[in-house]
């Protein structure tokens, strides 16, 4: 019997995941935006085509600007967007979920599983509910118009866990046949600490605003990361993994510090944080936007760095140099991005005055 995919998003990363489920005969695909330009493109052809590093062509069943109609009884609602507009999301689907449908984040940065699971209370929704994420996106791609994605890559390496963790095994039981590269997790906090978007974006991006704005074109890490911002890059990862640890991750393990992560995502390595990405074959080309106000800050300080920080504060960790970032891209660029609509907190991800050993139970249980 076939399993129903509810996709939530038709950008560059839900149609790709769309089409590529689409090609297996075991999935029926739907897929939802707000937007009627992408979805009329896909309803009139009735397919999205891949090519690139895949090719091939998905048919799908359904194009909808109603969300309602997408993930009505789908076996798994997979969200593909930024992360920023996961509330709005879980607010307006609350309506329409069902007992123990899947829900999965991919990604999720940092905590979405608990951040969307809390919007989904806040909007009244009281269904047990599975939320999964991953910690990156599985693919390089990029739209060349509706209805066609170019494939750049896809990862060796896709960390994959789910929220509550008891029931992980539901959302690797439809996955599993389509994304070969998945890797278990024990629970989301793994996928979580995974992340290192709120490390390498926000403070080069802020630090090298002049440059940007002068209309110069530089390559972001290899130009823009010297071996002072580097530095503080890595004291900032020390602080990440140290909160990690503190919820009983195991460096090495289930816990990566920066190097490590580059060692494995792409056989990178050096002396220093900087010396380090100027090694990874993969950002050679990467150029840096002609403005800071771009999403490495607009999204990865509110999903990314304001959590990690919040989680810190709570477990009485040291985050100053964290925090420093955040206060200084607010400062420069005028925005409150750690109270947007947006941003993580302890509050609207479900975890205000708890305690480390209860955070751990609440990932593995969904019980506080």
Known sequence: MKKTIAVIGAGNGGQALAAYFAMNED????????????????????????????????????????????????????????AIYHNKIAKEMAPF????????????????????KKALEDAGCTKSVTIGESNTLLF?????????????????????????????????????????ELEECESVLETSFDSTNAMVHPLPTIMNASWA????????????????????????????????????????????????EY??????????????????????????????????IYEDIPTGMVPFTAMGELLGMPVEKMKLVTTLCEAMLGEDLTNCDYSRNLENLGLAGMSAEQIVQYAKTGVK
């Open 263 to 296: 060692d494995i995502e792409y056989n990178a390595h050096g002396d220093n944080v900087s010396q380090m990405l100027k090694n990874v074959e993969a950002y050679k080309d990467i150029y840096a936007a002609n403005t800071p106000k771009t999403r490495y």
């Open 213 to 260: 704005e002068s209309g110069a074109k530089f390559r972001y890490y290899l130009d823009g990361i010297g071996e002072t911002v580097g530095n503080y890059i890595e004291a900032m990862d020390k602080e990440r993994t140290a909160i990690g640890e503190k919820l009983g991750l195991t460096l090495g393990k289930d816990l990566f510090s920066i190097y490590m």
């Open 140 to 180: 390089a791609a990029r739209l060349v118009e509706a209805g066609r994605v170019h494939i750049g890559g896809k990862k060796d390496r896709l960390l994959v866990s789910a929220f509550p963790a008891c029931n992980r095994e539901k959302l690797y039981d439809i996955i599993k046949p389509v994304i070969k």
């Open 27 to 82: 999935y029926e695909v739907k897929i939802f935006d707000y937007f009627d330009a992408p979805i009329d493109v896909i309803k009139a052809q009735g397919y999205i085509t891949l090519e690139g590093a895949i090719t091939g062509k998905g048919e799908i069943s359904l194009a909808s600007t109603d969300m309602g109609e997408v993930v009505k009884d789908a076996d798994l609602i997979m969200v593909v967007n930024p």
């Open 97 to 116: 979920i069902k007992e123990d449908q899947i829900i999965f984040l991919s990604p999720s940065s940092v905590f979405g599983a608990f951040a969307f």
